[in-house]
């Protein structure tokens, strides 16, 4: 791969885009690569993925300005389901994904975190969407996910004025998690990580779906939901061992996700 670097560490998997002389900036090869990375995540052994980006200066800076500068309207609605096809695929992943949001976060790069499932970031990140600026909307899912996240209200605010905001903002706002100073940011996302991949696999990945699926929909729906893949917990070796470990007052041997 040109643009993207997979390594897994234990049950942890670690996607850096890698494209820091322009800043990460995502350009179609760089999706490509990404749905590709996706598709090769070994779910048997990896419980939880972080996505970071190259250098110390920025996550992503947005979808590629040069590529999409001369596109045809046509093309401009491909590029934006090119992106959102491969957002969606992280969002929908079987397992959480953690942004670690290691600088700039604009655009492309603001709306790649929000499709993740937890986002943390360091203390020099920026967020924005810049788009209305550029003569364009967000394409990458970010007039959809930023009201979601932090309410319409504020969505549009930074929408319309194409306001970027620092990352003490973005904590304030609950874009993200928490701050971290640059140099610890990766340390905290593999801890998180860990804890995550430390619970059942199958409880874990039943909750990202429960909690996703559930906002879609209404609250008898999406109850309905829950206790559908509540049930399917049930009888899994993983259900029978840690509920025994507790009864027995003994810790979990282990999580074998089945
Ligand atoms: N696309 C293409 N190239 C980009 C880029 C982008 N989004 N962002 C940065 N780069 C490139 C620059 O062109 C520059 O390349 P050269 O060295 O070849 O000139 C290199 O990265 C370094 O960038 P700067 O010199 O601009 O660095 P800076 O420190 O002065 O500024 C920045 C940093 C504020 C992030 C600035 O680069 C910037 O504003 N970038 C664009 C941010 C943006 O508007 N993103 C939204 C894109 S639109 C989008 O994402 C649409 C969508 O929703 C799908």
């Known amino acids: ?4 670097t997979y390594e897994a560490e234990g049950q942890i998997g670690i ?38 980006g190259a250098g110390e200066k920025s996550f992503v800076a947005g979808a590629d300005i040069g590529e999409m500068s001369s596109l ?17 695929k992280i969002e929908t992943f079987p397992i959480p994904v953690i942004a670690a949001v290691n600088g700039f976060a604009l655009g492309g790069g603001c709306e790649i975190s929000m499709s993740c499932d937890i986002r943390i970031c360091s203390e020099n990140a920026v967020f924005g969407q810049p788009e209305a600026g550029l003569g364009i909307t967000p394409g990458f899912g970010g007039t959809q996910r930023l009201a979601r996240i932090v309410g319409t ?20 706002i609950g874009l993200v998690n928490n701050v971290y100073p640059a140099d610890e940011l990766m340390a905290a996302a ?25 906002m879609q929909v209404d609250m008898d729906q999406a109850i309905a939901i829950e206790e ?18 507790f009864l027995e007052k003994r810790k979990v041997e282990a999580f074998l996700n089945k």
């Open 1 to 4: 791969m040109e643009y993207i």
């Open 15 to 52: 996607i850096t885009i890698n494209r820091p002389k322009a800043l990460n900036a995502l350009n179609s090869t760089v999706l490509d690569e990404l749905d590709k990375t996706l598709d090769g995540v070994d779910l048997e052994s990896i419980r939880c993925l972080i996505l970071t």
């Open 72 to 88: 045809t309207k046509a093309e401009g609605e491909a590029f934006g389901k090119k992106g959102n096809d491969v957002f969606r």
């Open 153 to 172: 209200g504020k969505a549009k605010e930074m929408i319309y004025g194409a306001r970027n905001i620092k990352a003490e903002e973005a904590y304030r």
């Open 190 to 214: 593999k801890k998180l990580a860990t804890t995550i991949a430390r619970n059942a696999p199958i409880a874990v990945r039943n909750c990202k779906r429960a909690i996703n699926e559930g």
């Open 228 to 245: 559908k893949l509540f049930g399917d917990c049930f009888e899994s070796h993983d259900q029978r061992e840690g509920m025994a470990a």
